[in-house]
């Protein structure tokens, strides 16, 4: 490949978000201030129980933590996987904490060897940074939803996202299958995002996770989960996240991590394993988020926006069939901020994505000012 090739795919895109600077500053001249629900940042309280670990005896060890975790944790988080999502068969020793899911998301085609000659599938609508990813591994990237169309090249690493963000859009199971099939046909490795598994909102049936034996058969060779405890536990600040899956794999990105000195501190390690031990706060944290989607939801179509799936995870996929760029800059004028929906592939260009990560008294705000 030449240098100008290379320079191309590893070139990184502009952080989206900066580009809304102009419409942030109208959104905050609102008398009553803005409403920002633009980006997926938790607001609510960190449960106690997790608070209450985070400054336990874990706190006081001096040196350096376990890369691969404590058994403790890896424990806790395997049989978290049976007990929340039915996933069986987890190996403790192939599940590892990362700090936070964004560092892996962004790092795993480079941990797991790929570059110029390695294609990178990633959703229609998409997180950002799968193709941030990609890019910083020198890999091509494409998306597709039903890999289709990819010619002769060779897919090596593709992304799933169910919940998706930005759209709240839930894979079936039959769906998720033939991913897993067309996938282990070519060597591919199948990463699954499943940030917003947790949050499965009123979906009917419930989102799976790839590892779930009605869409594996309970094999988990060539598959990873990447899970995050940001959006569930409201731990975004404490970056606790872990990824599980292929032993094989787990082992290979362990070993790299070990080198590189990517390791969760020990007072997090003993938060993730309090945060994952108890269930309660969760189905509390799910509760709050599906009062505000629905309250949402009634304002946003009250002024004639169509939602788009929007059933599960932390955002709502709004369109009023025009450019999403003119919807979030009317928002603003109401002292509302949202995201413009290509900021997640060129698909989205007439939708926009609408948080939920507010607080009641913001999210009452936002409802009066947009049904007003």
């Known amino acids: 490949m030449s240098s100008a ?49 985070l400054s336990g005896p874990a706190a006081g060890i001096p040196g350096y933590p376990a890369t691969h975790g404590t058994p403790a944790l890896r424990d806790a988080i395997a ?3 049976a007990r929340r999502f039915g996933v069986t068969g987890v190996d403790p020793d192939a599940v590892l904490p990362t700090i936070g899911s964004k560092e892996l998301v962004a790092w795993l085609p480079t941990l797991l060897g790929l570059g110029g000659n390695d294609l990178v599938v990633i ?17 091509e990237f494409v998306r597709s939803d039903g890999l289709v169309g990819l010619g002769p090249r060779r897919a090596s690493l593709v992304w799933l996202n169910s919940p998706s963000n930005p759209t709240g859009k839930i894979l079936p199971v039959d769906h998720l299958r033939k991913v897993v099939a067309w996938a282990r046909e ?5 990463a699954s995002d499943e940030c917003y598994l947790g949050l499965p909102g009123t979906a009917d049936p419930a989102p799976l996770s790839v590892l779930h034996p009605s869409v594996c058969d309970g094999d988990h060779t060539g598959l990873l989960a990447v899970h995050s405890m940001s959006k569930t536990s409201n ?55 599906e ?15 169509r939602i788009e799936h929007s059933e599960s995870g932390l955002y709502l996929w709004a369109t009023e069939d025009r450019d999403g760029r003119s919807t979030v800059h009317d928002l603003a004028a109401h002292g509302v901020l949202v995201a413009p929906g290509e900021f997640y592939g060129p698909a989205g260009a007439r939708h926009v994505r609408v948080a939920l990560s507010a607080s009641d008294e913001r999210i009452d705000a936002a409802v009066e000012r947009l049904t007003t």
């Open 235 to 289: 731990l975004a600040g404490y970056r606790a996240a872990f990824v599980t899956g292929d032993p094989v794999l787990v082992s290979r990105l362990l070993e790299i991590r070990k080198h590189a000195g990517m390791l969760v501190p020990h007072p997090v390690q003993a938060a993730m394993a309090a945060a994952v031990s108890d269930d309660a706060h969760v189905a509390a944290q799910a509760a709050l988020y």
């Open 5 to 53: 090739g290379t320079a191309e795919r590893t070139a990184l895109p502009d952080f989206p978000w900066d580009s809304l600077a102009a419409d942030k500053a109208l959104a905050q001249s609102h008398p009553d201030g803005i409403v920002d629900l633009s980006i997926g940042t938790p607001v609510d309280p960190v449960p106690a129980v997790v608070r209450e670990a």
């Open 291 to 305: 009062a505000r989607r629905t309250r949402l939801r009634a304002a946003l179509e009250s002024r004639g926006m």
């Open 123 to 139: 959703p229609e609508l998409a997180y950002p940074t799968y193709e941030v990813g990609a890019r910083l591994a020198g890999a």
């Open 186 to 190: 070519r060597g591919a490795v199948v």
């Open 79 to 81: 049989a978290s996987l």
